[in-house]
């Protein structure tokens, strides 16, 4: 019986004509290579999400008091109304110093196989711990962060509730567990998504087109899977090593991380949901056109060069990851005590 | 038949006995002082208030490309996480500078009889344009705004949409009237408000003890009305000057503004709405204690040494005024552009 459905759909599907045949083979073709966002957030393994827990995480990511300037949020450089990064380089942060990397989108980052370009921290918790102590970043130390937030008798009992059962519920740990069950549900379903679930019709035919090239080029060799990106590690200049104004030879990458010559200049390939909106681009943040930057990840990582129509089609598939943004009700933070630290600005 | 409902409601309060009446009388004489937050925002004269206009408005204020930087937008020095003002004594702009003086609160600051600490601003559209300018703070220049503004097509929809019918709709003048009617809608409604519009027992027994003393001992000489003060103006320090670390000698207040010996070192009474949200105090933002600002208050402006019961009551209906915070759903920013002018960080 159901050899008999499989058969008259195959003979409906033929009968369709040759170009709905290869629509279907490339939606077909890309369900094996990407995956769309689910509807929920993941549980995350060790850290289940509650209300209390998905609360508290927000008021952290927006509170200024992670720094030691009082100054600095998780949100002014991952910008949940900038798609989740900012409009800088590279971020600015405490004493307005410039970092060294350009801030990823948080936006879906729950799906990436690590965080931070170099791939440093293996989930979205530890992610946390690193711009609340970055000299350049928020400039804290885990111990002020905790006396800050002990003084403020609405967190202690927001953080009892959000951990309930453990001892000792206010640490440095639970914060970055906090924020990292807020950031898990900061998902951005995208047209690509609906397409994946099987709506071709969701995708226009020059978009259609683009995703063929992006498929056919080889630029979902690395950007693939349910980010389109965010899980490999890859050396910038996998073929050919772009500018010295595009890629720094100080900053050797996942190298630092690992201490081993093979990874000198890798990254991991960002995930390409919201690139359109998430300009300037690559780690270094020097190339501010989405097309620019498609150009020199053909010639560097394909060794290929892409015709500007090309190029542009890339762009039109590449749009179509464009997601719906999520809507943060801003969140309204507890008052600071006479207990509480003052904000440090130099 | 007026009369005799009138005499009979007499004849029942007098029965209630004289605790009764006495606070009755604290609730007349205090509607005589005070005025309840309207429930609406008010209409601004000029500037009529459009859903269209509001969501625009809201998203100039969380814009950081209203500065050079693109770092900082209205929301960084006036929170509305954070009752509407910063954790800083006076707030930091561009490239770390200190700023001059504390950031008041936006919150209900359309009810101020003028903006800024020195009144300098005749209304909020007025003072919008300030900080965008100032080099401490966003740096920018009213051609810079509009060029960057302009590059952003969506930009330029929501100002036409925002301002039907005007031939240029994208200017200096309509950003800020956009921001001020955003800014109008942020209104806290506070247990005194619920007291002034007749539920005497809103107020506990120390906070009606607390608005006894604030009214007797002469604060609410100069912090009346709907904003419990905001509206008028006088020297810091009228019966003892203040100590040099509270208030500088370099800041001279109004006199900056109106050049008239008599300005010299006179400020706007700031409004006490959420003022145990919002400290630290003073236009210098050297004072953190609420209470010991209270206490400052009595030696320097009623020649007055309050005893620390005084100042403790004074607090307890000082927190009356905390209000209920706006919802604000964080607004979704348009993409730049290529034609967006870059950041500058210097």
Redesign the interface.
């Known amino acids: 019986m159901f050899r008999l459905i499989a058969l008259g759909a195959a003979v409906t599907l033929m009968s369709l004509g040759p170009a709905y045949a290869a629509a279907n083979e490339l939606l077909s073709l890309s369900q094996t290579i990407f995956k769309p966002l689910p509807a929920e957030p993941p549980v995350i393994e060790g850290n289940p999400a509650t209300p209390a827990k998905l609360d508290l995480g927000k008021m952290l990511f927006?509170?200024?008091?992670l720094s030691s300037?009082?100054?600095i949020s998780c949100n002014?450089c991952h910008?949940?109304?900038?798609?989740g990064g900012?409009?800088?380089?590279t971020s600015?942060g405490h004493?307005?110093q410039?970092g060294p990397r350009n801030a990823p989108t948080v936006m879906n980052a729950v799906f990436n196989s690590a965080q931070f370009w170099d791939g440093r921290a293996k989930d979205l918790a530890e992610q946390a711990k690193g711009p609340v102590q970055a000299s350049v970043e928020m400039n804290n130390t885990p111990e002020r962060v905790l006396e800050t937030l002990s003084s403020i008798p609405e967190y202690v009992d927001l953080f009892t509730k959000a951990f309930p059962g453990e001892e000792k519920a206010l640490t440095f740990d639970n914060v970055a567990k906090a924020i990292e069950v807020f950031e898990a549900v900061l998902l951005t379903p995208a047209p690509f998504d609906s397409y994946l679930r099987g709506d071709a019709d969701t995708l226009t035919d020059r978009e259609k087109a683009g995703l063929e090239l992006f498929i056919n080029k080889g630029c979902a060799g690395c950007h693939d899977g349910v980010n389109v990106g965010g899980s490999g590690y890859f050396p910038f200049g996998v073929v050919e090593k772009p500018g010295s104004e595009v890629m720094s030879a100080d900053d050797k990458g996942r190298f630092q991380v690992t201490n081993t010559a093979s990874d000198e200049y890798v990254f991991r390939a960002p995930s390409l949901r919201n690139v359109?909106?998430t300009?300037p681009y690559f780690h270094s943040g020097k190339v501010?056109?989405l097309q620019e930057a498609t150009s020199i990840m053909g010639s560097s990582q394909l060794g290929i060069s892409l015709t500007p129509e090309d190029e542009k089609l890339l762009v039109t598939f590449m749009k179509t990851l464009n997601g719906i943004?999520p809507?943060?009700?801003?969140?309204?933070?507890p008052?600071?005590t006479?207990k509480t630290p003052?904000?440090i600005?130099q």
């Open positions: 927006f509170d200024p008091r300037s009082q100054l002014t910008n949940v109304g900038l798609a900012d409009l800088q380089e600015v004493n307005w410039k359109a909106l300009a501010w056109s943004q809507q943060i009700v801003y969140p309204l933070l008052v600071s006479d003052r904000p600005l």
